[in-house]
Antibody, heavy 119, light 112 residues
Framework: QEQLVQSGMEVKKPGATVTVSCAAS????????IHWVRQVPGQGLEWMGW????????EYAQSFQGRVTMTRDTSFSTAYMELRRLTSDDTAVYYC????????????WGQGTLVTVSS | EIVMTQSPLSLPVTPGEPASISCRSS???????????LDWYLQKPGRSPQVLIS???NRASGVPDRFSGSASGTDFTLNISRVEPEDVGVYYC?????????FGQGTKVEIK
């Protein structure tokens, strides 16, 4: 069964750093782009960026430039998203999503990770 | 950045009746390959989004054939031929032509 399983809920203080993981199973992880999308409670979807299957190339939305780093570890079939200098505006559910090369479609999503930023 | 605009934002529907959601992009989503990089997603209450339609009109694997997508220039439509109670949720269009990938505001579909 193909799935992406994300790490659990996080509570962070303003200024802290959070890392969310996304573990793949049931498919060849190294064939796919991994995107990250976030959703502030009660609001819509916001694309954060992607990491290439080779793990060496990333592209980030401008609004996250300088604060986000996306990595992946093929040996563990896991992708990671690190977000730094958190503020209350970063309170959201963070999703990873799989994107087959040449399709540019999110055909499989993780279950989401709620990150709460509060003093 | 490509701006995606959906309408309506709220859509009360009657089971068994058809429904339609519109999405407009601020520029063409047609690539030189001939493909249109527009997807439709459904986010059911409390769940992760799931793809319904990719490349403007390709129904994703496992998606019921009552869902269909059409594309014309910068205008896109998601049609549900006969709404089922399990179709409630928020529908999003998304452009995947160029980064940043951008979503419409979402259309909340609920049963009357």
């Amino acid at each position: 069964q193909e799935q992406l399983v994300q790490s659990g809920m996080e509570v962070k203080k303003p200024g802290a750093t959070v890392t969310v993981s996304c573990a793949a199973s049931g498919f060849r992880f190294s064939d796919y782009y991994i995107h990250w999308v976030r959703q502030v409670p009660g609001q819509g979807l916001e694309w954060m960026g992607w990491i290439h299957p080779n793990g060496r190339v990333t592209e980030y939305a401008q609004s996250f430039q300088g604060r986000v780093t996306m990595t992946r570890d093929t040996s563990f079939s896991t992708a990671y998203m690190e977000l730094r200098r958190l503020t209350s505006d970063d309170t959201a559910v963070y999703y990873c999503a799989r994107d087959p090369p040449t399709e540019q479609t999110f055909d499989l999503w993780g279950q989401g990770t709620l990150v709460t930023v509060s003093s | 950045e490509i701006v995606m605009t959906q309408s309506p934002l709220s859509l009360p529907v009657t089971p068994g009746e058809p429904a339609s959601i519109s999405c407009r992009s601020s520029q063409s989503l047609l690539k030189s390959s001939g493909y249109i990089y527009l997807d439709w997603y459904l986010q059911k209450p409390g769940r992760s989004p799931q793809v319904l339609i990719s490349l403007g009109s390709n129904r994703a694997s496992g998606v019921p054939d009552r869902f269909s997508g059409s594309a014309s220039g910068t205008d896109f439509t998601l049609n549900i031929s006969r709404v089922e109670p399990e179709d409630v949720g928020v529908y999003y269009c998304m452009q995947a032509l160029q980064p940043p990938w951008t979503f419409g505001q979402g259309t909340k579909v609920e049963i009357k």
